[in-house]
């Protein structure tokens, strides 16, 4: 099987024409709009730093790849959720917080052993035609809200 990834980013307040610009110039392949960032490698992979862009750019991230490996990034304010609360929760390999930029920013990953067999049925359209695989960051996403 050959190389699998698939990145999408998402924020609530649209993209200015220059963080546009700053994303186009990590990637020429991805479909970008002001609220989201989406696409799949099938060799090779994404330049950017998906912390920092979630720290400067977007609020949530989504990333999963056909070896098995899974991680989401989201982000809050510090004020609506300071990091020592985040800290008491996010413990172990699995989840980790931390703060920059006026943001507490909780990612989950999980790394399997075992190849996901049916992987690719995961990007099957729906009944209405609509691509599943955009529309996984938006359900995680709605958490932060």
């Not at 190849?115 to 209405?128: A, K, Q, R, T, W």
Request: glycine share 10%.
């Amino acid at each position: 099987m050959s190389e699998f990834q698939h990145y999408q980013f998402g924020v609530d307040a649209p993209l200015t024409d220059g963080q546009l610009a700053e994303i186009r110039a990590l990637t020429t392949r991805a479909r970008l709009t002001g609220h989201s960032f989406v696409n799949t490698y099938g060799w090779g992979g994404f330049k950017g730093d998906p912390q920092v862009l979630v720290q400067t750019h977007y609020d949530a991230y989504l990333y999963f790849v056909n070896w098995g490996t899974r991680q989401v990034i989201m982000s809050w304010s510090t004020v609506a959720l300071p990091l020592d609360v985040t800290e008491t929760y996010c413990v172990g390999d699995s989840a980790f917080s931390r703060e920059g930029g006026g943001y507490v920013l909780i990612t989950l990953s999980s790394d399997p052993e075992d190849e996901v067999e049916d992987f690719h049925d995961l990007f099957d359209s729906d009944e209405e035609g609509a691509d599943r695989g955009e529309q996984w960051l938006l359900s995680i996403a709605r958490s932060r809200h």
